[in-house]
Nanobody, 124 residues
Framework: VQLQASGGGLVQAGGSLRLSCAASGRSFSSYRMGWFRQGPGKEREFVAAITGPGSIRCADSVKGRFTISRDNAKNTLYLQMNSLDPEDTAVYYC???????????????????WGQGTQVTVSS
């Protein structure tokens, strides 16, 4: 599967953005998906994940502000980001894997396929 992330940009603190990740190939609904981010000088970290059946988990740092969702008819993964903070500034990556699609995985090594990343910059 190939992944193409989009929707990043520059936004003021308190604002919102919606990221999208378009997936190519068949059987998108059977893939578990995730969002990760890598801030300046930081390691890549887990943001949110969604299973094939639709169970979700978000990192504590974004809980209540970010929402992950998927539209299987459009082969697209979303990340709605509200109440953005300068600490959210990062390159955001979408990821996918077909193994154990009913389970939540939060590790970088748990995903075989990665998009190219989209930059999100939050100004104070």
């Amino acid at each position: 599967v190939q992944l193409q992330a989009s929707g990043g940009g520059l936004v003021q603190a308190g604002g919102s953005l919606r990221l999208s990740c378009a997936a190519s190939g068949r059987s998108f609904s059977s893939y578990r998906m995730g969002w990760f981010r890598q801030g300046p000088g930081k390691e890549r970290e887990f943001v949110a994940a969604i299973t094939g059946p639709g169970s979700i988990r978000c990192a504590d740092s974004v809980k209540g502000r970010f929402t992950i969702s998927r539209d299987n008819a459009k082969n697209t993964l979303y990340l709605q980001m509200n109440s953005l903070d300068p600490e959210d500034t990062a390159v955001y990556y979408c990821a996918a894997d077909s193994k154990s699609s009913w389970s939540i995985y939060t590790g970088i090594d748990d995903y075989a396929y990665w998009g190219q990343g989209t930059q999100v910059t939050v100004s104070s």
